[in-house]
C-alpha cells in the first residue's frame, strides 16, 4: 500500500516538473513574466470550461474563476497568444484545452503547459451561442442607469446602444453575456439582474499612468472609434471605473497627460486645463483658462509643500493648495517654452523644456538654463528623473545623461549609437537597471555589467510604441498605444537574464 502511494507521489511529482519546465515558453519567459491589459469591452465569443469561462474579444482573451467568482489574468499576445483578434472560441468539457480561431488562423491551448500550437481544424461544431434559445432579455433587470428596450440590445445612461453579441448558457443555469462596448456580463441562475463584469482598459492607447496606494490610473487618447475615458483599475479588489469627460460636465478633459497626488487628491495635466478628483475618481475641480490659466494645454506636474506646479506648453504654473488659486511664474527665458516635465529634486525644480534643462531656484525666484560638454543638456529635454543614489537622469533628443549632485557628469548615451536613433518618451531608474520607453520598443541599461537589451512585441510588449513606465517593486508597467504590460523583471525562477 505505502510502495502504491509513494510511486503515485512520485509520478505527480515528476509531472509538476516537466509541466514547471514546459512553463518556459519558446521566448525563454514564464507565463506570468508578461501580462497585458488591454480594450476587451468588444466580445465576439464565450467558452465555459469546468472551471473558468473565456470570452474571446478584439483584444485578447478574459479568463474568469467560477468558483472563487474573480477575473484571472487575461491571455493576449504578451504571454504567447498568437493573435489578439478572437473571432472564435472553444474549451473542453475538462477545461484541458482551449482552441480559438483568429484573422490568423486556428490555434490550440494546452492550460496545464501554458503553450499555444497551431491546429489545423477549428472545431467550430463545438461554438456556443444560444442567443436564439434564450430568447428576448427584456424579462432581466438591466444595472442602474441601463434598461433592455430591444430583445438584445442593451441602452446606457447616454442612449447609448449596446448589443449583446453572444450569451451562453452553462449546466448550472448561469447565464454569461458578451456584449458589444460594455464588456462581459452575467445573470446568475434563477435571478433577473443582469451583471455587468468590467475588467480592463477603457481604450488601449494609453499615454501615463500613476499609482497611487493600490488604485492605478491610466490616461487614454482618442481611439478610431473616437471613444476616450480615463481608467481607474484598484487592484485590491480587482476592480475597474472608467470616466468620460464627455458625459461628465465636471470632468474638464480625459485627454490626461501628467497625472499626480496630494494628500487625497488626485490631479491631472490635461489639453484642457487641471482636474482634482477624489482617489475613487469623483471630480472635485477642473481649472480650466482663461479664468486659472492662459493657456488649454497642461503637460506636466510636480508637487512640493503646499504648491502644485503645473507646467503647460507656454510656461510655468503653481495651484496654491491652501489658497486654492493658480498663478503664472512668469520669466523671459519660460514665457513660451514648453515644459514636458518636471522634477523636485533637493530644493529645486527641474524641468524639461523645448529650450533645454532648466532649473528654478525658490531663493531668487529665477529660472536658469543649464548646459554641459556639448551643450547636451540645451536642446529638446523630453524627461528628467532622479538617480536612486545621487543626481539626475536627463533624456534628450539626442542623448541620455546622468550628472551628480556636483552636476558632473557621470554617464552619457548617444540616442542613435545606443538607442538605435529612437528618441526617449520616458525613463524608470532603478539602482541596477535603467528603462527607456521610445516609440520602437523599451531599452534597458545594466548599471553593473554595462550593457543594452531592448526589449519589442516579440519579447512580450503589448506594443512597440511605449510611453510611459512606472517601477512598482519587482514589476515594471508599460504603456504603450496598444495597452498597459505588467513586466515580471526580477522573477527570481528565471536563471537567465532576459
Known amino acids: 500500500m505505502n510502495t502504491r502511494y509513494t510511486l503515485l507521489g512520485l509520478v505527480v511529482l515528476i509531472f509538476l516538473l516537466c509541466a514547471s519546465a514546459f512553463a518556459i515558453d519558446r521566448r525563454g519567459y514564464y507565463p506570468e513574466d508578461w501580462i497585458s491589459y488591454t480594450n476587451t469591452r468588444y466580445v465576439r465569443s464565450i467558452a465555459v470550461g469546468f472551471y473558468n469561462v473565456y470570452f474571446g474579444t478584439t483584444q485578447g482573451i478574459l479568463q474568469y474563476d467560477m468558483n472563487r467568482e474573480q477575473w484571472l489574468d487575461p491571455i493576449t499576445s504578451s504571454d504567447g497568444l498568437p493573435d489578439d483578434e478572437i473571432n472564435m472560441i472553444t474549451v473542453t468539457d475538462d477545461g484541458n484545452r482551449i482552441h480559438v480561431n483568429t484573422p490568423s488562423g486556428n490555434y490550440m491551448y494546452e492550460t496545464a503547459f501554458k503553450e499555444w500550437y497551431p491546429s489545423d481544424l477549428f472545431p467550430i461544431s463545438e461554438v456556443r451561442n444560444d442567443l436564439n434559445q434564450i430568447g428576448t432579455f427584456e424579462t432581466y433587470i438591466a444595472p442602474f442607469g441601463f434598461h433592455i428596450q430591444q430583445p438584445h440590445v442593451i441602452t446606457g445612461p447616454e442612449l447609448r446602444e449596446y448589443p449583446i453579441s453572444t450569451a451562453v448558457k452553462s449546466s448550472q443555469g448561469d447565464i454569461w453575456l458578451g456584449t458589444w ?35 492605478f490610473y491610466f490616461g487614454g487618447r482618442t481611439n478610431f472609434r473616437g471613444e476616450n475615458a480615463l481608467t481607474i483599475w484598484n487592484r485590491a479588489d480587482n476592480s475597474w471605473k472608467y470616466i468620460e469627460a464627455r458625459y461628465d460636465n465636471s470632468f474638464i478633459s480625459d485627454q490626461v497627460n501628467a497625472i499626480t497626488s496630494v494628500d487625497d487628491n488626485i490631479f491631472m495635466a490635461t489639453d484642457f486645463g487641471l482636474v482634482s478628483m477624489s482617489p475613487d475618481g469623483t471630480v472635485r475641480k477642473s481649472y480650466g483658462s482663461p479664468g486659472y490659466f492662459q493657456t488649454d494645454l497642461l503637460l506636466s506636474l510636480e508637487h512640493h509643500g503646499k504648491y502644485l506646479f503645473t507646467g503647460s506648453d507656454k510656461g510655468m504654473y503653481y495651484l496654491d493648495l491652501e489658497g486654492d488659486s493658480v498663478e503664472y511664474m512668469g520669466g523671459q527665458l519660460m514665457a513660451n517654452a514648453a515644459v514636458l516635465d518636471i522634477e523636485y529634486y533637493k530644493n529645486d525644480l527641474w524641468l524639461g523644456t523645448d529650450v533645454g534643462a532648466v532649473r528654478y531656484d525658490f531663493k531668487t525666484s529665477r529660472f536658469y538654463r543649464y548646459g554641459s560638454t556639448g551643450g547636451v543638456l540645451l536642446g529638446f529635454m523630453i524627461d528628467i528623473e532622479a538617480d536612486p543614489s545621487e543626481g539626475l537622469w536627463f533624456a534628450g533628443e539626442h542623448h541620455l545623461v546622468w550628472m551628480d549632485d556636483s552636476f558632473n557628469e557621470r554617464e552619457r548615451f548617444s540616442i542613435d549609437a545606443d538607442l538605435d536613433g529612437f528618441s526617449p518618451n520616458k525613463l524608470a531608474v532603478g539602482e541596477r537597471f535603467l528603462w527607456v520607453a521610445t516609440d520602437y520598443g523599451m531599452y534597458r541599461y545594466d548599471r553593473l555589467k554595462h550593457y543594452w537589451k531592448h526589449y519589442l512585441e516579440d519579447d512580450g510588449i503589448i506594443d512597440n510604441r511605449v510611453y510611459d513606465l512606472l517601477l512598482d517593486g519587482d514589476y515594471l508597467w508599460i504603456a504603450t498605444a496598444g495597452g498597459v504590460t505588467r513586466f515580471y523583471w526580477n522573477n527570481p525562477m528565471r536563471s537567465k537574464d532576459y
Open 181 to 215: 462596448g460594455l464588456g462581459p456580463g452575467l445573470i446568475e441562475s434563477y435571478g433577473v439582474e443582469i451583471d455587468l463584469l468590467k475588467f480592463g482598459l477603457y481604450t488601449s492607447d494609453c499615454r501615463t499612468m500613476y499609482l497611487n496606494d493600490d488604485r
